[in-house]
T-cell receptor, first 115, second 114 residues
């Protein structure tokens, strides 16, 4: 399983764009990159997933360079409610290998958004 | 849909006691997972299942057992509770395709072993 490294914490202010970078130097060919968000006393919640280049949905964008050794989660115009822990995960999707997505969660990035 | 449900929400066990953490999903997902999360740490995979009747070990399986007799249910069994098993336990499920996989997590079960 590819190991990921991301900053322990980040601070931001409401209305700013936040970029959280994750490194995954030993990512495998079948691995996808997935980001989850976790609020205190809740289970993680899926944010976005991608394999290469750029992926955008209604809450975030995910930028993946050609070598796929890193990825950046971009949160546009954050608000106080975006204060949470963000996890970057790398693993093959169960549908590709049929073996289940055995995700490895690191300690994540604690994002704190202030007024 | 209720999504992923877990019971109980909180439990206190004495050392050596046993219990079963219940997990159910109503999304017809083929994959189900059990994680534990210690304070200030990320989640660690205990066991997972790719379908009814099929289970496999994750990163930290010692002290736990699972079964998957139906698509909907994936109970986690602790046979001899130890203080090291004090943690928050999350169950998750997913339906993987060739394009994407999203894991849906339950609200968690907080376990205290004294």
């Amino acid at each position: 399983l590819a190991k990921t490294t991301q900053p322990i914490s980040m601070d931001s202010y409401e209305g700013q764009e936040v970029n959280i970078t994750c490194s995954h130097n030993n990512i495998a060919t079948n691995d996808y990159i997935t980001w989850y968000q976790q609020f205190p006393s809740q289970g993680p919640r899926f944010i976005i997933q991608g394999y290469k280049t750029k992926v955008t949905n209604e809450v975030a964008s995910l930028f993946i360079p050609a070598d796929r050794k890193s990825s950046t989660l971009s949160l546009p115009r954050v608000s106080l409610s975006d204060t949470a822990v963000y996890y970057c995960l790398v693993g093959d999707i169960g549908g590709v290998t049929g073996g289940g997505n055995k995700l490895t969660f690191g300690t994540g990035t604690q994002l704190k958004v202030e007024l | 849909n209720a999504g992923v449900t877990q019971t109980p929400k909180f439990r206190i066990l004495k050392i050596g006691q046993s219990m079963t953490l219940q997990c159910a999903q109503d999304m017809n997902h083929n994959y189900m997972y059990w994680y534990r999360q210690d304070p200030g740490m990320g989640l660690k995979l205990i066991y997972y299942s790719v379908g009814a009747g099929i289970t496999d070990k994750g990163e930290v399986p010692n002290g736990y057992n699972v079964s998957r007799s139906t698509t909907e249910d994936f109970p986690l069994r602790l046979e001899l509770a130890a203080p090291s098993q004090t943690s928050v336990y999350f169950c998750a499920s997913s339906y993987a395709s060739l394009q994407e996989e999203t894991q849906y997590f339950g609200p968690g079960t907080r376990l205290l072993v004294l």
